[in-house]
């Protein structure tokens, strides 16, 4: 009778390899699930229209009124729903814009990213971005600049937005 020696050794480290290797795979396998997680859970927030208009507490835009006029009207637009038309008077002056026999509301909000309300008129958003805004109302289109915070102009709002917020009756009032 012949008797078969069967390597019971072998066959243990054998089947303990393919384990492993099996294991390791698998560990890859996860590792590249949880990378690929954390990549897209990485991707940028993309910031809303208010996000945008505002850029978090307040920003200045610029735009003309007539494409063919050299001078600029600054709008101030604040978290709070806020927002300022300003103009020049000099190259170095810039007040709040008033106009005797108008009266506006000096409110903004956005109705579903796509209608930007300024006081009780209605724009139209063509395009947003960081830095340009695009609007239209009836048959006219304005483009708004964003206002650069290290740049002149801003730092000439700004003083007149302080002396507006100074000379205002109740300074909560702005908020």
């Not at 993309?46 to 307040?58: Q, V």
């Not at 003309?64 to 729903?81: A, L, Q, R, S």
């Not at 956005?110 to 947003?128: E, R, V």
Request: charged content about 25%.
């Amino acid at each position: 009778m012949v008797v078969m020696k069967y390597n019971f050794k072998y066959k243990v480290q054998s089947t303990g390899k393919k384990l492993m290797d099996c294991k390791i795979h698998y560990f890859y396998f996860l590792g590249f699930i949880v990378l690929l997680f954390w990549i897209i859970s990485c991707k940028p927030h993309k910031k809303n229209g208010a996000e945008i208009i505002c850029e978090g507490s307040y920003c200045f835009w610029k735009t003309k009124e007539h494409e063919d006029d050299n001078n600029f009207i600054y709008y101030y637009f604040n978290k709070y729903g806020q927002w300022f038309i300003y103009e020049h008077i000099d190259k170095n002056k810039i007040q709040k814009y008033y106009l005797r026999d108008q009266l506006w509301s000096e409110r903004w909000s956005l109705y579903k990213d796509s209608l930007l309300i300024l006081g009780s008129d209605k724009y139209n958003i063509k395009y947003i971005s960081d830095t340009v805004i695009v609007i239209s109302i009836y048959d006219s289109i304005y483009k708004l600049y964003k206002i650069d915070k290290k740049s002149k102009t801003f730092k000439i709002l700004q003083n007149a937005l302080n002396n507006d917020i100074g000379n205002a009756p109740n300074r909560e009032s702005l908020k």
